[in-house]
């Protein structure tokens, strides 16, 4: 639509209703009580000035820019790459006061197995506002107009930490998963891991950080290291290493997943009553793109079959498993990939390797016998379905397996 002049709804074309149900794409919005129009766009529609704005946007409302800014790529790049080049399509909204963007954030559609079934999970991500409307009111007015928008999910799944964002989502009907979602850090090099700790930087929201508040006083590196220390000595005794019989799997590194993932999936797929679908497509948009960052893939095979993968990123700052999946009953293989991950990353020189696992999961006991220490839980679950809801009862079973890793998100 050209111009910046917004472009009012026509509510007489829904009479009875007072207000459209479904505004289409690219029309102008105005938001009530507020100077500002909202639109959404295909994502893949979005232009070059309209990146440079957002990433400007992003750099203001995230206290100088989302931890991605990191990557070794330029930030438009890894913008570009993320929603634009989605394999299943994402939608962009912006937030405008006059030829402003103020507000930013895109919806997407991710594949899921639920049960057995192909189901459409939505999933937001770099929702923002410029901090002159943090706190005003405004984010729930534009979250109320995105409900009006046409959804063709099945549920919504939401990573909260945020505490203004928790409370709203229960007032909204938004639920916790019952099997929370356990942060965990292996530390490999404890004297660097607890320099690196002390100097990292939060790229919460300026309003987050406002309400977190409470700034501790930091303990000196030596006296971090000490508690790490004892930390992990107390782990080994609770969790030794764990020991397995006959390998008769090998180990690769591969630059591409190949025809054989699906077939694996399929099959590696079936303890799980919610699993990301990982598709030969969608895993290489996911893992081999050098904009999505350096990550290195593991195939486990024996002969020709695969019966495990892991994928994780590892430099001299940090160490990441993004994901990990095995054949059923195949625990040796996902052991023995972790304790692979773990050397690649000690070779990086990484201080840490962090991993997210749901604490009811086959794996997470793996994790706890390899050293990882749970940690804050600085991400809650919440789940919204929006089709059959005995369809998702699991939900509330806290030893529901679910399959949910770091590379399922944009956390990394």
Same mark, same amino acid.
């Given at each position: 639509?050209?111009?910046?002049?917004p472009t009012t709804?026509?509510? !007489?074309?829904?009479?009875?209703?007072?207000?459209?149900?479904?505004?289409?794409?690219?029309?102008?919005?105005?938001?009530?009580?507020?100077?500002?129009?909202?639109?959404?766009? =295909?994502?893949?529609?979005?232009?070059?000035?309209?990146?440079?704005?957002?990433?400007?946007?992003?750099?203001? #409302?995230?206290?100088?820019?989302?931890?991605?800014?990191?990557?070794?790529?330029?930030?438009?790049?890894?913008?570009?790459?993320?929603?634009?080049?989605?394999?299943?399509?994402?939608?962009?909204?912006?937030?405008?006061?006059?030829?402003?963007?103020?507000?930013?954030?895109?919806?997407?559609?991710?594949?899921?197995?639920?049960?057995?079934?192909?189901?459409?999970? +939505?999933?937001?991500?770099?929702?923002?506002? $410029?901090?002159?409307?943090?706190?005003?009111?405004?984010?729930?007015?534009?979250?109320?107009?995105?409900?009006?928008?046409?959804?063709?999910?099945? &549920?919504?799944l939401s990573f909260?930490?945020?505490?203004?964002?928790?409370?709203?989502?229960?007032? !909204?009907?938004?639920?916790?998963?019952?099997?929370?979602?356990?942060?965990?850090?292996?530390?490999?090099?404890?004297?660097?891991?607890? =320099?690196?700790?002390?100097?990292?930087?939060?790229?919460?929201?300026?309003?987050?950080?406002?309400?977190?508040?409470?700034?501790?006083?930091?303990?000196?590196?030596?006296?971090?290291?000490?508690?790490?220390?004892?930390?992990?000595?107390?782990?080994?005794?609770?969790?030794?290493?764990?020991?397995?019989?006959?390998?008769?799997?090998?180990?690769? /590194?591969?630059?591409?997943?190949?025809?054989?993932?699906?077939?694996?999936?399929?099959?590696?797929?079936?303890? &799980?009553?919610?699993?990301?679908?990982r598709t030969q497509?969608?895993?290489?948009?996911?893992?081999?793109?050098?904009?999505?960052?350096?990550?290195?893939?593991?195939?486990?095979?024996?002969?020709?079959?695969?019966?495990?993968?892991?994928? &994780?990123?590892?430099?001299?700052?940090?160490?990441?498993?993004?994901?990990?999946?095995?054949?059923?009953? =195949?625990?040796?293989? #996902?052991?023995?990939?972790?304790?692979?991950?773990?050397?690649?990353?000690?070779?990086?020189?990484?201080?840490?390797? +962090?991993?997210?696992?749901?604490?009811?999961?086959?794996?997470?006991?793996?994790?706890?016998?390899?050293?990882?220490?749970?940690?804050?839980?600085?991400?809650?679950?919440?789940?919204?379905?929006?089709?059959?809801?005995?369809?998702?009862?699991?939900?509330?079973?806290?030893?529901?397996?679910? $399959?949910?890793?770091?590379?399922? /998100?944009?956390?990394?």
């Amino acid at each position: 639509m050209a111009g910046n002049t917004p472009t009012t709804v026509d509510f !007489r074309r829904y009479p009875g209703l007072g207000e459209p149900s479904s505004p289409a794409l690219g029309e102008r919005v105005p938001l009530e009580g507020f100077d500002v129009t909202m639109r959404m766009i =295909r994502a893949e529609d979005l232009s070059d000035r309209e990146i440079a704005a957002t990433l400007d946007l992003l750099r203001e #409302a995230f206290n100088g820019g989302p931890g991605w800014f990191a990557l070794p790529v330029s930030e438009a790049d890894h913008l570009r790459w993320k929603v634009c080049e989605f394999p299943y399509g994402a939608r962009a909204y912006f937030v405008e006061h006059g030829a402003r963007i103020v507000g930013f954030g895109v919806r997407m559609d991710r594949r899921w197995i639920v049960r057995g079934d192909r189901r459409l999970g +939505r999933d937001g991500v770099e929702a923002a506002l $410029h901090p002159e409307f943090q706190g005003s009111g405004l984010y729930g007015k534009r979250r109320d107009l995105l409900d009006r928008y046409e959804d063709r999910s099945d &549920f919504s799944l939401s990573f909260g930490s945020h505490p203004a964002t928790l409370h709203a989502r229960i007032a !909204r009907g938004t639920r916790p998963v019952a099997n929370p979602l356990d942060n965990l850090v292996r530390p490999l090099d404890l004297g660097k891991y607890a =320099r690196s700790s002390r100097a990292a930087r939060s790229s919460g929201s300026r309003t987050r950080i406002a309400l977190e508040g409470r700034r501790r006083v930091p303990k000196p590196a030596f006296a971090r290291q000490l508690a790490w220390r004892a930390r992990l000595l107390r782990q080994r005794w609770r969790y030794p290493p764990l020991e397995h019989g006959h390998r008769d799997w090998t180990v690769r /590194t591969v630059s591409q997943f190949d025809a054989r993932i699906e077939p694996f999936f399929e099959r590696a797929a079936r303890p &799980f009553a919610l699993i990301q679908e990982r598709t030969q497509r969608w895993l290489n948009w996911r893992y081999t793109d050098r904009r999505a960052g350096p990550f290195t893939i593991r195939l486990a095979e024996v002969g020709d079959e695969i019966v495990g993968y892991a994928v &994780f990123r590892a430099t001299a700052r940090s160490a990441e498993l993004a994901d990990l999946l095995v054949l059923p009953d =195949r625990e040796d293989v #996902a052991h023995g990939l972790i304790q692979d991950a773990l050397e690649r990353a000690r070779m990086a020189g990484s201080p840490a390797m +962090r991993s997210w696992m749901m604490e009811h999961h086959p794996y997470h006991r793996l994790l706890l016998h390899s050293g990882f220490l749970p940690v804050r839980r600085i991400v809650i679950l919440g789940f919204k379905e929006r089709s059959n809801p005995r369809d998702f009862g699991f939900i509330d079973d806290p030893h529901a397996r679910i $399959h949910l890793m770091l590379g399922d /998100t944009d956390h990394i």
